[in-house]
T-cell receptor
Framework: AQKITQTQPGMFVQEKEAVTLDCTYD???????LFWYKQPSSGEMIFLIY??????QNATEGRYSLNFQKARKSANLVISASQLGDSAMYFC?????????????????FGKGTLLTVNP | NAGVTQTPKFRVLKTGQSMTLLCAQD?????MYWYRQDPGMGLRLIHY???????AKGEVPDGYNVSRLKKQNFLLGLESAAPSQTSVYFC?????????????FGPGTRLTVT
């Protein structure tokens, strides 16, 4: 079973509108973290936002917010007031076992990504 | 700070040739990773290292070897390249700890094996 599922291969949004990119995850750990990365056409991976499993509030970073629903195991990225520069591939990723010692809990598992296109 | 750098940026190999990809970071991070990115597959972890002199296998380690002789460098080797190893390779690094230490990525290396 996939640990990270992004069900939207592609999404379109009009400039200045809000858009939600879906991410569901699968883990039996109690302590884990969820990340969103942006990959523009230039190819670099840019960290956007993080949500810890024990964080009581949804994470926000500027125009990015994370709609974290722990019981449903979803961590959707919300981009408000979309800009043309937001057109990119977006990846959801998970880091499990945060409460464990050792090195294995630093790995990220990525979803397959959602290609967002912002139309003028 | 340069962050995470990768050498080379592009490479074309013939089947059976060998090569080494170099990753360097100047953030004094303990942890380093190698991923490959294929169309429609997201990023998949090849190998990772939790410190100088230590390495471990990730999700797709076959056909690759790694070494971490210095804390700031992480090398990925292909001993006998195959067309299935045509991909974009990303190196990343992160601090250690239980916080939300994100991984910082290099710009990627585009490898084509013919």
């Amino acid at each position: 079973a996939q640990k990270i599922t992004q069900t939207q291969p592609g999404m379109f949004v009009q400039e200045k509108e809000a858009v939600t990119l879906d991410c569901t995850y699968d883990t039996s750990d109690q302590s884990y973290g969820l990340f969103w990365y942006k990959q523009p056409s230039s190819g670099e991976m840019i960290f956007l936002i993080y949500q810890g499993s024990y964080d009581e509030q949804n994470a926000t970073e500027g125009r990015y917010s994370l709609n974290f629903q722990k019981a449903r195991k979803s961590a959707n990225l919300v981009i408000s007031a979309s800009q043309l520069g937001d057109s990119a591939m977006y990846f959801c990723a998970m880091r499990e076992g945060l409460g464990n010692s050792g090195g294995s809990n630093y790995k990220l598992t990525f979803g397959k990504g959602t290609l967002l296109t912002v139309n003028p | 700070n340069a962050g995470v750098t990768q050498t080379p940026k592009f490479r074309v190999l013939k089947t059976g040739q060998s090569m080494t990809l170099l990753c360097a970071q100047d953030m004094n991070h303990e942890y380093m990773y190698w991923y490959r990115q294929d169309p429609g597959m997201g990023l998949r972890l090849i190998h990772y290292s939790v410190g100088e002199g230590t390495t471990a296998k990730g999700e797709v380690p076959d056909g690759y070897n790694v070494s971490r002789l210095k804390k700031q460098n992480f090398l990925l080797g292909l001993e006998s390249a195959a067309p299935s190893q045509t991909s974009v390779y990303f190196c990343a690094s992160s601090r250690h700890g239980t916080g939300h230490y994100e991984q910082y990525f290099g710009p990627g290396t585009r490898l084509t094996v013919t």
